[in-house]
T-cell receptor, first 112, second 110 residues
């Protein structure tokens, strides 16, 4: 089954404790991206990747890091999480940058 | 912001009625896409319309695109309670980023 998986689905953590949210897709997609969704603000792109080892900033990259060492995986790293990073996070992938995007189920992160 | 913006923010209709939601954007686009999100879940792609297309149909969905007005509309005909969800437009630009609007929350009452 074609899918995008994210882990964990729910995470409560404390300020400053480094965390990683994993994302994996099984569709051989080149384009992957991370979004955060906050009430009233819609989805905002954090980072995207055009292919292996090619990543770039989206609209709200501050406080986040990503890597793309393999085509299928695109982890999101929060080196020092802060409460303003409490949000619902989605990973997505697409054949290319203009094709339909397939979304993961989301990761609800709370930083206290 | 280069985001698409949906209008209205919320819409409540009876089952069987048609639902229309609109999207406006600010710069030239490669294509425009519509997505549906059921409460707190991942977005699901509905339909993609290219910048050189004016209208597209998929089942009960009809999408129009007016590039001169930088706007698009999504029409859901004969709505069902299962259509209750948030709907987002997304624009793919000639750059590599992807922009989503803030969504229209549709409630279809049985």
């Amino acid at each position: 089954e074609a899918q995008v998986t994210q882990n964990p689905r729910y995470l409560i953590t404390v300020t400053g404790k480094k965390l990683t949210v994993t994302c994996s897709q099984n569709m051989n997609h080149e384009y992957m991206s991370w979004y955060r969704q906050d009430p009233g603000l819609g989805l905002r792109q954090i980072y995207y990747s055009m292919n292996v080892e090619v990543t770039d900033k989206g609209d709200v990259p501050e406080g986040y890091k990503v890597s793309r060492k393999e085509k299928r995986n695109f982890p999101l790293i929060l080196e020092s999480p802060s409460p303003n990073q409490t949000s619902l996070y989605f990973c997505a992938s697409g054949r290319d940058r203009v094709s339909e995007q397939y979304f993961g189920p989301g990761t609800r992160l709370t930083v206290t | 912001s280069q985001q698409g913006e949906e209008d209205p923010q919320a819409l409540s209709i009876q089952e069987g009625e048609n639902a229309t939601m609109n999207c406006s954007y600010k710069t030239s686009i490669n294509n425009l896409q519509w997505y549906r999100q059921n409460s707190g879940r991942g977005l699901v792609h509905l339909i993609l319309i290219r910048s050189n297309e004016r209208e597209k149909h998929s089942g009960r969905l009809r999408v129009t695109l007016d590039t001169s007005k930088k706007s698009s509309s999504l029409l859901i005909t004969a709505s069902r309670a299962a259509d209750t969800a948030s709907y987002f437009c997304a624009t793919g630009y000639n750059f590599n980023k992807f922009y989503f609007g803030s969504g229209t929350k549709l409630n279809v009452k049985p």
